[in-house]
């Protein structure tokens, strides 16, 4: 087989190939300016959903009310009137406690159930993580909804009690209150701590383990020492993922937690509604990132802390 | 796995921890389907007897159908709009050397770490000074944007783990780049992307935070659900749709996870 | 610029990525119908001047031409250049056949012509009748070849091969080594080979270029690479050899001689030399080019005696070392196991000659 080219390629050989544009030529020696390029409209989308509307929500939180407008006269009030009255500076603390218990209390429960999929489970692990995680996927409304139906004053717990006689007046704390946020929230977030919380195990070196035995420890010591250790970057990533979203949460004190319950969720949301005063709720919603970020900031430095104290 | 047989011990107290939470996890979200086909309109204990009743009357209510069929054409377009954009956003973030990647990667999944309040008042803020009317379209818009990340942390993963000679390999043999992605890029990141619609159309039909926010005169289906839980006499029914809605997430999810698994036993090689 | 007469050009080509330079201002000629290798260690820019020259990545200075034709705007999918690629990148969701008829989509051929071309390809390659394979059910060599024949059916100028055999054990690959080259000789297509393995790359090539550093240490034929080295770095890469420290001595005229550690004072040739008087030089021998006999030769111009240090059996040969005076390192001498050889008594006394021709001697710069 002589090297004849074939007719197509003859034509190709023969002429110079066809002069690409500038554009082209730009495109084919810069690598960076196509990827940028092929990402513009995911980037022009997110720019236009995260970046403007925080400008904007920074602007209106500088303006106030004015009847059904606004005086667009930049001012400080809201932020003033933040700080100062002391509603604001309760809700804000109860809904950083509230979040903050729940998040404990998540991680805490969350952590044996990845420890066991992580360690002890070796067929089909992928269908354990499947049904951990399944109940996030639907709707959280309807989560939040289950637990009203099983607090209720005429729910499932004090029905099912009474009909078994264990109580004779339905319990009335269940409802309406802190730890009925909690335990909804714990709830509802379970999955956002498994997860990050079970990779991390997972990755873990077996044979870190066994040396670990090798020198002396026993399961209790090394758990504490190596397992629990090694694990702490999934622990503080399903911290923030459950800390801070629900700090911001309004459907769940809304639909059980009373005034007792309330957070700061629900004013930013009344703001937005029946009180009509938007450029205070854009300034709660700053306060509130503000806040957030402060305290992540505080954990991240705590944990940077205790891990230099601990190696 | 070499884990010998010294830590492999089974740990009881930890099995029925297990068992124990995943019982807790599921039984309030089934107590829904429980209380659905419950002869009452009491949700309590005890039951009063098997029905149908709610089910059968879901079917005459027009809102019902209306705010169903509002959730699925937002769900719809965008799930295949966050899916292309994901697509090609995890296309760039694999195959090209860019200054600022992490950075990138970081704000692109923004959302996820933000309180939704804050994005659905913020949108309201900004939508409001532009003049635009609150509408199915709005909702779009927030839904999009929450499902970006989603998407993108779903086909990341396809892409990282496809090898990028392959792509160059149909270069080189005369495809330029529009034929090599649908010829070569688009079948093998396939599963990912079914996974990725699946994904999406689940979070935003779900989604009620932000909706509640944007939402115009079109109720999505969440938003009618918050309205009627008003109304005690109309608590069986939203049982009974709330009940259909879980088993259609299940399902889709399912089945999203499943081809994901099976997508990946298809590329592997024999050695 | 004036197109170049040899079918590739690569002229003062460099590479940054970033700030790392990986090509540093390399020029080459290859030739029509040439096997042509770029030999060198893992990082040493062999990988990414083939990629340059099959327009995956762009060079940073200098001119690419193939042809006659410039190829720095003309991006992969237009070049008449095909690659196999080093893992063969077979797409796993289509079968063999496919695979293998890929590229022939834009020719919009009728079905038959297409099927017979594809037959034809399944023919060269010795796997007639997998057509209808899964591709990735079958193993490296198969795919290896199917990736060959995918290239090839294109009727390329010139075939780009990056370490295609780096993948395959060891009798496996000897015998694709030979296949190549034959399928070569058979097709006539310019073949730009890449390769770690200097055995590959001198029984392979019609020219290697050693490459270190992003540079071209030596660009010669196998014979020359390997018997006259131009520098420690290309004489040390392939095969071992021998280093005696040395001087120049000349005295006027054409003769000259060199004293080397060791060795003594051997007359070379004056051309070889080129170097006045009292210069340092290294001189390389080859351990093969030493002669081993248990008393001096008498026919041999010069000679050595050396003690037996060492000594390693190969099967077909064995590799002795042993020490003379003047020198601090021990001479590796090779040589091939004719008759059956008691092993030499290593350490002790035992005495052996070394002679060699001063012909075989190489000159270079002392370093």
Known sequence: MVDTPHPNRQAEAGAPPGRPSRLTAILHRSEALRGYLLMSPTLLIMTLGIVIPFLILLVMSSWSRDGFGFDTTPTINNYLRAWSEPVFGALLTRSFWISGVATVATVVLCYPMAYYVAFHVHRRKMLWIILMTLPFWTSYLLRVFAWKVILGYEGVINSGLMSLGFIEAPLEFLLYSKEAVIITLAHAWAAFAILPIYVSLEKIDRSLLEAATDLGDGPVRRFLRVTLPLSMPGVIAASFLIFIPTTGDYITPALLGGPDGAMIGNFIQLQFGPVNNWPMGATLAIVLMFWIAAVALAFLLLTRKLQERLT | MSQGTYIKRHNRALQVYA???????????????????????????????????????????????????????????????????????????????????????????????????????????????????????????????????????????????????????????GENGWWTFW???????????????????????????????????DPTLPMYIWGQLRFPQQFPSVLALSALILIASFVLVFVAQWIGRVGLDQNRETP | MTPPNAFISIRNVSKFFGTFQAIDDVSMEIGRGEFFSLLGASGCGKTTLLRMLAGFESTSQGEIYIDGQPMSDVPPHHRPVNMVFQNYAIFPHLNVRDNI????????????????????????????????????????????RIALARALILRPKVLLLDEPLGALDKQLREQMQLELRALQRQV???FVFVTHDQEEALTLSDRIAVMSGGRVLQLDTPTGLYETPKSRAVASFIGSINFFRGTVRRNGGTAGAVEAEGLGTVPVAAEHLGRPDGTPVLVALRPEKFALSASRPADAAHAVAGRLKTAAYLGERSHYYLEIEGRDEPVAVSSQNLGRIAAAAEGGDTTLWLSWSPESMVILEAE
């Not at chain 2, 107590?31 to 079917?59: C, M």
């Not at chain 2, 995890?90 to 990667?105: D, E, F, H, N």
């Not at chain 2, 992307?193 to 989604?207: G, Q, R």
């Not at chain 3, 390809?121 to 060599?141: F, H, V, W």
Request: hydrophobic share 50%; charged share 15%.
């Open chain 3, 188 to 190: 006539g297509i310019t």
């Open chain 2, 183 to 217: 010829r070569v890029t688009f079948p093998m990141v396939f599963p990912g992307v079914v996974a990725s619609l699946l994904l999406t159309f689940t979070i935003s039909f779900d989604e009620f935070i932000m909706a509640f926010f944007l939402t115009g005169t």
């Open chain 2, 19 to 173: 068992v124990a939470f995943l019982i807790v996890l599921y039984v309030p979200v089934l107590f829904i389907p429980l209380f659905s086909f419950n002869d009452s309109v009491y949700v309590r204990f005890p039951l009063e007897g098997f029905t149908l009743q709610w089910y059968v009357e879901l079917w005459s209510r027009e809102p019902v159908w209306n705010a169903l069929w509002n959730s699925v054409r937002v769900g719809a377009v965008v799930s295949v709009i966050a899916t292309i954009l994901g697509v090609v956003a995890a296309r760039a973030i694999t195959r090209y050397r860019m200054p600022g990647k992490t950075a990138l990667v970081t704000f692109i999944m923004m959302p996820l770490v933000i309180p939704g309040i804050i994005f659905g008042v913020a949108l309201l803020v900004l939508l409001s000074r532009m003049g635009v009317p609150l509408s199915l379209y709005t909702v779009g818009l927030g839904h999009l944007i929450f499902c970006l990340p989603f998407a993108v942390a779903t086909l990341l993963p396809r892409f990282e783990g496809f090898d990028p000679s392959m792509e160059e390999a149909s270069m080189d043999l």
């Open chain 3, 101 to 144: 008829a890929y590229g022939l989509r834009k020719q919009k051929l009728p079905k038959p012509k297409r099927d017979a071309m594809v037959d034809e390809m399944l023919d060269l390659i010795k796997l007639p009748g997998y057509g209808g394979r899964k591709a990735n059910e079958l193993s490296g060599g198969q795919r290896q």
